[in-house]
Each structure stands twice: as structure tokens, then as C-alpha cells.
């Protein structure tokens, strides 16, 4: 099997949305038992960069998906914050209690609609932006 570089690897990562890299990171973790932390908080501090580019446009093409409360199901919503976002138990309860709050910034209409299905199937109220 032929070795990946790493300029290889980050151009296949550029390609996955924000789910189907959250999914990778599990899968990475589980497989090498390690807490991929680092590479969350830098791929979270990119969509915002993203997102102010979103604004230029006319058409709106990324979106945030915005947790405005948990609803009675608090524990439900939290298991699917941190399946959207691989954010530890801790933290997505911190983003959970504090709502409303943003779960995913400058996604495409597609994973922001399923992020809301999934955030509202758990019993949360969510607005896109």
C-alpha cells in the first residue's frame, strides 16, 4: 500500500464535510485509542473564517446551526452535539446549558439541514442562520 504524504491527507480532508470528518476522528480514536482535541479546535476556528465569506455572497450557501434550547430531553440533545461536533461530554453539556448557542458554523445547506433533523429528533429547538 502506497504512503500518503501529508499534503495528500489535508487535500482529502478539505473534501469531507464537517460529519464526515467528525466520523473519521472517532474512528481514528477508537482505532489508536487517542483524543484527537487539537485537530476539533483548529477545524472549528476555520469556519468562521468561512463564514464571513458567506456573507459576501448574495445566495446564502453556509450556515450556522444554531442551538437555541435542549428542550426536556437535555441528555439526548448532548449525545448528538457531540456526535455532530466530537466535542467531549464537558464541553458539549457546557454548549448544551448555555444555549442558544451555534453547534456548526459555515456548513453547507445539506449538513446544516441534517444537523438540524438529527438536534431536533433528540428534542432540541434549532434555528439555521
Request: net charge negative; charged share 30%; glycine share 8%.
Amino acid at each position: 500500500m502506497a504512503k500518503l504524504t501529508t499534503e495528500e491527507l489535508l487535500d482529502a480532508f478539505k473534501e469531507l464535510s464537517l460529519i464526515e470528518l467528525s466520523e473519521f476522528i472517532k474512528a481514528f480514536e477508537e482505532e489508536f485509542d487517542v483524543t484527537a482535541a487539537a485537530p476539533v479546535a483548529v477545524a472549528g476556528a476555520a469556519a468562521p473564517a468561512a463564514g464571513g465569506e458567506a456573507a459576501a455572497a448574495e445566495e446564502q450557501t453556509e450556515f450556522d446551526v444554531v442551538l437555541e434550547s435542549a428542550g426536556d430531553k437535555k441528555i439526548g440533545v448532548i449525545k448528538e452535539v457531540r456526535a455532530l461536533t466530537s466535542l467531549g461530554l464537558k464541553e458539549a453539556k457546557e454548549l448544551v446549558d448555555g444555549a442558544p448557542k451555534p453547534v456548526l458554523e459555515g456548513v453547507n445547506k445539506e449538513t446544516a439541514d441534517k444537523a438540524k433533523e438529527q438536534l431536533e429528533g433528540a428534542g432540541a429547538t434549532v434555528t439555521l442562520k
